[in-house]
């Protein structure tokens, strides 16, 4: 997808938060992804608050991978 469609779901999101009287939002990213920053504008442009963000992404540190296969001679 675009970013000029990730900004049309940011703006949807958020003039369909203020037809249910929510003014003001706290955004929780999870994951990486191109998506982040217009999102954000789409929710600024319809007008939403937003009162913190947080990202949620889990960062593995290679503990739980499985071990390396065995040399054959």
Known sequence: MSTVAFQTVGISIGLKAK???IGAVRVVF???GSCRLPVLS???I?????IS???DTKV???HGRRPR???RI
Request: no cysteine; hydrophobic share 25%.
């Open 46 to 50: 319809s007008g939403l608050k937003m």
């Open 69 to 71: 296969k065995q040399r």
């Open 53 to 55: 963000l947080t990202d």
């Open 60 to 62: 593995h540190y290679g």
């Open 42 to 44: 789409g929710l600024n």
């Open 19 to 21: 037809k249910l009287g």
């Open 30 to 32: 999870n994951g990486l």
